[in-house]
Structures are given as C-alpha cells and as structure tokens.
C-alpha cells in the first residue's frame, strides 16, 4: 500500500506531461489526498477533439468552464461561451484570494495570481450586450424549424419555401419577408405558380407557420433574424495578446432553450462552412463551449440531429474546438460523446432509478483504474472536484485521474450593473450591431410584383370604362371637373386615396402590416 502513492503519481505524469502548450487542470485526488505532484494537464493541441463537461447541479461545472476559459484567453485563443445565468461576466475582473481559495491553492501546491481577461458581451434580445443577429436564410429550414417547433409535414413546406425563395431569387433576411412568402405562396397570387412546380402547400399548413413565427415575435425575440447579421471575424479577437472572451448573455430569455440552443448551432454551422481547413494546430483558433447541451438534443428530428453530427465530426480540422456541458453524459447522443475526446466530469447524485442507470452507462465509458472504484468515487467527489481523463498529445485517452481542480482567478460571479454597462459602452461591436440594415429582400419584391400585376389589371379596366363618343385629345366632363383650380387639390386626394387602397405603399416602412402584410 505504501507504494500506491508512488506508482499513482508515475502514473499521472507518464499520461499527463505534454511537451507543449497545455491547460493545467490541477492535481490527483488518492484516498482523500491531493497529491500535487500529480498534475493534471490538456495539452492545448488536443482541445480541438473537443470535450464535455458533466455533473451534478452545485458540482462545479460553471467554474470549470471559466478556468478553461480563462488559460486559453491566456494562451491566445478566442472563446465563446454562452452565460446561462448571466454570471460569467467577472471573468473581466481580477478574482479576489479568501480562506478556501488558499486552502485549495495551497493542497495543488500553486500561488495564486488574481487576474482579468477581456470579454465581449452579446445579447440576443439586444439587452443584454452587441445583438446577435443572423438572417433566416442564414438559419435555414432545418433549424429554423427547431425553432418554431414544426412537425415533420410543417418542416417539409418550410423546406418548398426556402427552395422557391432561393430559385426566384427572393432574399429571406427576416420574418416579415418569410411570412410575406407564406401568404404569397398559400392564398396570394403564387398559389399556382408553387402548385406546378413544387406542389400546394394547405391553409391549415400557412396557418400554423404564420401563426408559430408570431408567437417568436410576440416574445420579443424577432429582432435577433435580420441584418446586421452576425460576423463570426468577430469571435477572433485578442487583446494585448489574450484571446477575447465573448459572452452571450441570455438571462433574460432563459425560457425560451431551444431558440438559443438552437441558434449557437447555427454559429458552428455557418463557422463549419466558412473557415478554410486548418490541419493540426499547435493550439485552437477557437475553443466554443455549449452549456446546458441537453435542450439542444432534445426532441430533434433525424435531420436535424444528422446536422449536428456531421459539424461536430468535421469543424475540428477547421481548428475549433466543442465542448458541451451539461447534467449527465446520458443526455448526449452516443454518435456525439464518441467524438468528446476530453472529460471532466463532476459528482453524479444518485436519488432515483433514472440516475442509477445514468450512473451504470456512465460507469462503462470509462477505462478500468487500478486506483479507482469508478462507481463509488463518481458518487463522492466533492465540489470543485472531477474524475478527468483527456487524449494526450498521441490521441491516446489519459489515465483516469479525480482531480482537485485549480481556482478560477477571475472574480466567481457577475459583474456589477455599472462595471457592466461600462463594459458594453466601451465595446466598438455594441455600436456596430445597434445599427440595423433594410435591404431589398422577399418582402420588397413581392410587394412590388403584387403591385405592378394590380395596375396591369387596373389599366386593363380603363378602356371598357372610356366614352366611345369622345374625340381623341378631348376632355370628359370628369377631366375638366379635376382640372379646375378649386378642385385639383381635392383630385390629388382622391387619387392617393384609391391607390392607396388598391397598391398600398411601396415603402419598407410598411412592413410590419399584420399577418399577411398585403
């Protein structure tokens, strides 16, 4: 037995000991002990096979992810991770020592250096930091989908749309242009033009669509579909050095999981499909944490599911790097926890039969340890503490190591209102994307075709109403009348008047005219 001590922190560093960059994660935990010879590092090069971190509510798992982030600013590599709670923001300020800080620090055999990284605050509501924004074309059928909950018919029709829209060059930047497209396309003037070619889409079908993207809007959440969309060159700053920390904060929408889940797919996807191939890197161009990773899996459809899937597998030869976070490993899909080549994962609670088979498949993920039960120490790690194993710098899993973790060394909690604002005040990306662009899209051309196919109509009913009696170049008693001094004035009305009533407006400012926007 006295030899155990010894071979386990040979062990360690034999699986732990990379020969470049890494994150140091803190040291091995043996029969209660912090061992501190016994570090525990990811090498930086390997954080692109991406990772999850699991635990129990109170584990820990939020300060796990904030030292993460906070050596990888360190290293130079831009993060992005989604502030549930709206807590995450004191990573800008240098962290203050207490009690159980030292304590710990001092059990992994480290100083502790209080210090602040530089963030960004987004919002999707606009509130909260810069608006994140992306065009529903950007989102595409399958996700937007998601997001309104459509069933797999409703999918299907959202999908004939997108394709019309995309052949007859009809730009989807916003809701109104895509409800514009649904009545147009269900009980407007493109009825059967759709019906040749793509088949009928139902009233009962429109109904729902329209019906589903006014409930989004409703919640105050259409702002975040539109221009100025999103610039992912914006999640690859550094400051003095360090990488940028971009937070999006959705407090403010916390009941609203498959909105937001949904559109941080939509970023890996559109940072899938424009970053050139990368190879191996000796550190990540961007590391992109995905807490509360379990709405995202939840209720999908194949489609969808298959699209995660295909990113998560291929976004890592583009130097990105995934990490999920949530309750329990079970909650990922297993064709995805395949590829999370790196775990940390905190105390699994075990109250009912649900978490004791969630306990069981966990427990068969793992390799056998000579120094662990990994049933019992998965039940009894500590807060702060986690049973960590990661692919060394050969792609070969580490030795299964609990792990006290190191200290956060940033401040553990939000920053206050004023820092906060201060923050989003000095920020150049708050001013960019407060400005909103219009540009001609499916509502415009739409509105316009309807118009001009209205005043062919309306030209086509001149001649049938003309006086067969009147000379050419005479003036009927109705022209004479409206040409009166005293009463073209009142002519000019009338005329804006019918037209009005006939063609509406053509302006944009119209475009949020109710349901159908006709």
Not at 263 to 281: H, I, K, R, T, V
Not at 354 to 361: E, Q, R, S, T
């Amino acid at each position: 037995m006295s030899d155990q001590p010894t071979n386990f922190i040979s062990k360690v560093k034999a699986s732990y000991q990379p020969s470049g960059s890494f994150i140091y994660l803190g040291a091995g935990l043996l029969e209660g002990h912090v061992l501190g010879e016994a570090e525990v590092n990811l090498p930086l090069r390997m954080m692109n096979r991406h990772g999850l971190v699991a635990g129990a509510t109170g584990t820990g798992k939020t300060r796990t992810l904030q030292l993460l982030a906070e050596q990888l600013s360190d290293a130079g590599v831009p993060v992005f991770m989604l502030d549930v709670k709206g807590d995450l923001s004191g990573l800008n300020q240098a962290g203050v020592a207490n009690t159980k800080i030292e304590e710990r620090m001092a059990g992994l055999g480290k100083g502790f250096e209080a210090t602040g990284f530089p963030i960004e605050v987004y919002s999707l509501s606009g509130k909260l930091g810069a608006q994140m924004r992306a065009t529903v074309l950007e989102f595409g059928p399958t996700l937007l989908a998601k997001v309104l909950d459509l069933n797999e018919t409703q999918t299907g029709v959202l999908a004939v749309i997108f394709k019309y829209a995309d052949d007859h060059k009809l730009p989807i930047i916003d809701f109104n242009d895509l409800k514009k497209l649904v009545s147009y396309l269900s009980e407007g003037a493109g009825v059967e033009e759709i019906k040749a070619d793509y088949g009928k889409i139902s009233t009962s079908t429109s109904g729902t669509l329209l019906r589903k993207i006014v409930t989004v809007e409703q919640q105050g959440l259409g702002s975040m579909f539109g221009e100025r969309s999103f610039d992912i060159e914006d999640l690859f700053e550094r400051t003095d050095g360090k990488g940028v920390i971009s937070l999006l904060n959705i407090s403010d929408v916390q009941n609203q999981p498959v909105l937001y889940s949904t559109f941080l797919l939509s970023l890996l996807a559109e940072l899938f499909s424009e970053l050139p191939e990368a190879g191996d890197l000796d550190k990540p161009k961007l590391v992109f944490f995905f807490d509360e990773a379990h709405l995202l899996f939840k209720n999908s459809s194949k489609a969808f599911m298959d699209q995660i899937e295909m990113i998560i597998r291929l976004i890592r030869s583009k130097g990105v790097g995934v990490f999920f976070c949530t309750q329990s490993p079970t909650d990922v899909p297993a064709s995805i926890l395949s590829q999370l080549g790196n775990r940390v994962q905190h105390a699994i609670r075990v109250f009912t039969p649900n978490d004791a088979d969630a306990l069981k498949k966990t427990v068969n993920t793992y390799p056998r340890s000579d120094f662990y039960e990994i049933d019992k120490i998965l039940t009894s790690l500590g807060t702060g503490q986690a049973l960590v194993t990661v692919l060394n710098e050969k792609g070969i899993p580490t030795e299964v190591v609990a792990t006290m973790l190191t200290s956060p060394r940033s401040v553990m909690g939000p920053l206050n209102n004023a820092d906060y604002q201060k923050v989003m005040e000095d920020s150049t990306l708050t001013a960019k994307y407060a400005e909103t662009i219009d540009p001609e899209s499916a509502y415009e051309l739409l509105t316009k075709r309807i118009n001009d196919k209205l005043m062919v109509e309306e030209e086509a009913v001149k001649p049938a109403a003309t006086g067969t009696g009147q000379k050419k170049g005479e003036k009927s008693v109705v022209e004479q009348v409206m040409g009166a001094t005293i009463t073209r004035q009142i002519g000019k009305e009338i005329v804006r008047g019918l037209f009005g009533m006939l063609i509406g407006k053509k302006t944009r400012s119209t475009k949020n005219k109710g349901f159908f926007g006709f």
